[in-house]
């Protein structure tokens, strides 16, 4: 009994633990939910209206995940670059050399011309909706508008207290994590902001946005040394940039949306 007892225990540590503890290499589920949740917030009554018909009544913080949960099936492989943008520190977007297989601008640029085409069948206004939901999250994570040398922080490897991880995972999901709150209570606990202030964030074009990411990327590629430890600190410092970058994905993506379904 007791050697059965410590063959169970053995069989976790070595492969149960380990697949918990796996980094999803994507801003998180919570992130994504969030900025789903706090653009309904955001979205006129029309928009609202034809979003229901499209989504038969499933919520952006529901779909906000897809573009992540179809990275599994190899039909979509063609999808894997519009997740993320890489630029040297010194290019804009308007500039850059662009990824042949698209990128999140030129993604994000697709989903918008499904869903304005009346031509469109409702099954790709519905993928492309959910992909444009994602996308738009995406576009709001730093370490995905980062450098191509190092795959958006993916091979700057640290550790987030304890455990080895890399500098992008901190990102999308570490401190997230860390923070302990749902989703709805992130959208619920977000800093008030002026009807001026959503239309200085609503301004401005994807190209603009991504930009404007690309800098707090150059920031947050400042932030930590390769094989440092992070953790209370880092969190302390850092976290603040994390909930307003949900809170600015959440108000332009219901910008976006408003736009498309007016
Ligand atoms: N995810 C996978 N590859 C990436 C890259 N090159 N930049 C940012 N995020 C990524
Ligand atoms: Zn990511
Ligand atoms: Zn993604």
Redesign the pocket.
């Known amino acids: 009994m007791k050697t059965y007892k410590s063959i169970l225990i053995l069989v976790a540590f070595v492969f149960v633990l380990p697949v918990l503890n796996a980094s999803n290499?994507?801003w998180g589920v919570t992130g994504h939910r969030t900025i789903g949740k706090i653009a309904e917030d955001y979205l006129s009554s029309k928009a609202k209206r034809k979003i229901e018909e499209l989504l038969d009544g499933q919520s952006l913080a529901l779909v906000s995940t897809f573009g992540d949960d179809i990275k599994s099936d190899k039909r979509y492989n063609e999808f894997?670059?519009w997740?993320?943008?890489?630029m040297p520190f010194d290019v804009k977007y308007e500039d850059s050399e662009k990824n042949e297989n698209g990128d999140l601008v030129s993604g994000i640029e697709k989903c918008k011309q499904v869903l304005l085409d009346k031509n469109s069948k409702k099954e790709d206004k519905v993928f492309y909706l959910k992909l444009l939901v994602h996308l738009i999250g995406d576009l709001h994570q730093p370490?995905?508008?980062?450098?191509?040398e190092?795959?958006?922080?993916?091979d700057i490897q640290v550790r987030w207290f304890n455990d080895g991880t890399n500098l992008?995972s901190v990102w999308d999901s570490k401190m997230i994590e860390h923070y302990n709150m749902t989703f709805t209570e992130l959208a619920g606990n977000t800093d008030k902001i002026s009807k001026e202030q959503i239309k200085y964030l609503q301004n401005g074009t994807v190209a603009d946005w991504a930009n404007e990411t690309q800098q707090l990327a150059i920031k947050v590629y400042g932030s930590a040394e390769v094989g440092e430890k992070l953790g209370y600190n880092y969190m302390y410092t850092n976290f603040e940039l994390v909930r307003s970058q949900l809170q600015v994905g959440g108000v332009r993506l219901a910008q976006v949306l408003n736009t498309i379904f007016s």
């Open positions: 290499p994507f894997y670059t997740h993320y943008i890489n370490m995905h508008v980062g450098r191509s190092d795959k958006g922080g993916n992008h």
